[in-house]
T-cell receptor, first 110, second 116 residues
């Protein structure tokens, strides 16, 4: 069963902010929201994760709604190198594996 | 950040042969490693969970006798595709969890297997 729902694809102009939505309406209280991305023919790369507070790091910001049923990953100034498939995953912090859905294919356009 | 390496990055083999893929955590210890498979234009599919010093746990539909996993040390796990066939051609990706680093899961660069 898919725990998250993401749009299959999005376009973003280079230099603009990319806002990638994710619905996770059945998230449990102890589940985190993780974001990874996969550039073509490479292994996935960790971006950010959060529980309920908004998070920011050098790569992106994660905005989680108050009811935790959805979140948005924000790439503040998208570049061509940000073109990738972005995966939103919910899981506990324990020693269980990440289970990938279909993700969103983000195309950054010059 | 933590680095996971895989070897080889690309392998081509004849049908019926066996192929071994190595996954190493380079600067951290990983009691648990995960193996994924990815077909073209599809998402990653978890194959098995590998625990150091014990038998791997396979996902439903993954043949444990065909995909042999060994996790003999805290930094090395191997996946052997036995008697490979063209339908086993895929992108194999390993992942390791750094228990000392907020439980982040780090991924290797992947191994492209082509079976002729």
């Amino acid at each position: 069963d898919a725990k998250t729902t993401q749009p299959p694809s999005m376009d973003c102009a280079e230099g603009r902010a990319a806002n990638l939505p994710c619905n996770h309406s059945t998230i449990s209280g102890n589940e985190y929201v993780y974001w990874y991305r996969q550039i073509h023919s490479q292994g996935p790369q960790y971006i950010i994760h959060g529980l309920k507070n908004n998070e920011t790091n050098e790569m992106a910001s994660l905005i989680i709604t108050e009811d935790r049923k959805s979140s948005t990953l924000i790439l503040p100034h998208a570049t061509l190198r940000d073109t990738a498939v972005y995966y939103c995953i919910v899981k506990t912090s324990g020693n269980t594996p990440l289970v990938f859905g279909k993700g969103t294919r983000l195309s950054v356009i010059a | 950040g933590a680095v996971v390496s895989q070897h080889p990055s690309r392998v081509i083999c004849k049908s019926g042969t066996s192929v071994k893929i190595e996954c190493r955590s380079l600067d951290f210890q990983a009691t648990t490693m995960f193996w994924y498979r990815q077909f073209p234009k599809q998402s990653l599919m978890l194959m098995a969970t590998s625990n150091e010093g014990s038998k791997a746990t396979y996902e439903q539909g993954v043949e444990k006798d065909k995909f042999l996993i060994n996790h003999a040390s805290l930094t090395l796990s191997t996946l052997t595709v036995t008697s490979a066939h063209p339908e086993d051609s895929s992108f194999y990706i390993c992942s390791a969890r750094d228990l000392d680093s907020t439980n982040e899961q780090f991924f290797g660069p992947g191994t492209r297997l082509t079976v002729l």
